[in-house]
């Protein structure tokens, strides 16, 4: 491993366990909704969901829109769209604009299960969903938006392993309050870059300096009119970044580390502008 390349690593041990979990988490309910970054909207998701999930029906929820250009994004909505064979729909977490409509295709999603259940005599019960996805993509955020027009805990049903708590959303729909994770199981560094890009990933796991100047170059890539205005510098390097902040620490050198951190922050936050780190013609 080469000290000035960006290796990220998941410890397999812990795949096992998470994977588990999931499992678990999964057998007690009629439908997921997965929330992908609508940064990454393919590096983002799990390679091996289907895998995972089995026939289990799907919302996908392309979180964070609010940091992405809308017609940008639509592109990507449709490729997912024609891809999955699920419903997709765009979400940010601190509106609740698309409430209305999460839960009604939860609802729908769910039904076949539901009518599954009354064909051997049982009665309707609420739809059960859950919400899946990889780290800091917005799984709480959504789970309490859902939760904030209904506060009523509907109590611990006995899981195999562990009680679970549940929330009634309405009549129709109860949520699994904790979401499920799953770590990932990545060979291909070019998409564990990207994940770091968005926090995705364990800040652990690499330093600020390389993931920076990882992200500028992608940046300056695809968007390099907009970065180059931002941060007023003819090359986006870190070193010119600090150059023009003044960021200069004793000796005169450039400051590296506090602009690296300041990068990061200013793309995460959407200070920027928005962006779309995937590419709508690669898979
Ligand atoms: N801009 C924006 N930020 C969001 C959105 N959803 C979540 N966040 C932020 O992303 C971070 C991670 O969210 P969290 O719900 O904890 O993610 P989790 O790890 O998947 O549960 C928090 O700082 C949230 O405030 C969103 O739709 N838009
Ligand atoms: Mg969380």
């Keep these: 491993m080469k000290k000035d390349k960006l290796h990220i690593h998941w410890y397999p041990g812990h795949i096992a366990k998470a994977e588990k979990k999931l499992k678990e988490q999964l057998s007690l309910v009629d439908a997921v909704i997965e929330v992908i970054d609508a940064r990454l909207p393919f590096s983002s998701s799990y390679d091996n969901i289907t895998r995972l999930l089995g026939e289990k029906p799907r919302l996908i929820l392309l979180n964070k829109s609010d940091l992405t250009d809308a017609n940008e994004l ?20 601190k509106n609740s604009k698309d409430l209305n409509i999460i839960v009604k295709k939860a609802v729908e999603l769910s039904e076949p299960r539901i009518q599954a259940i009354m064909k051997k005599g049982l009665l309707r019960r609420p739809a059960r969903v859950m919400v899946v996805g990889m780290p800091n993509v917005g799984k709480s955020s959504i789970i309490n938006k859902l939760t904030k027009s209904s506060k009523t805990k509907i109590g611990a049903k006995a899981g195999v392993t562990r009680q679970q708590q549940w929330v009634r959303i309405n009549p129709q729909l109860d949520l699994l309050d904790t979401p499920g994770i799953i770590p990932m199981k990545q060979e291909d560094q070019e998409r564990a870059k990207k994940l770091a890009f968005v926090n995705a990933v364990s ?49 005169g050198n450039p400051d590296i580390e506090r602009t690296a951190v300041y990068v990061l922050r200013d793309f995460r936050e959407g200070k920027i502008g928005k962006f779309i780190l995937d590419e709508l013609w690669t898979d």
């Design 203 to 251: 800040e652990n796991a690499y330093s600020n300096e390389i993931v920076a100047k990882e992200l500028l170059q992608l940046l300056d890539k695809k968007y390099p009119k907009q970065v180059k205005e931002f941060y007023k510098t003819e090359n986006l390097t870190l070193e010119d970044i600090a150059t023009s902040r003044s960021w200069i620490v004793s000796g």
């Design 74 to 93: 639509n592109g990507f909505i449709e490729i997912i769209k024609e891809k999955t064979g699920f419903p997709v729909l765009k979400s940010d977490a």
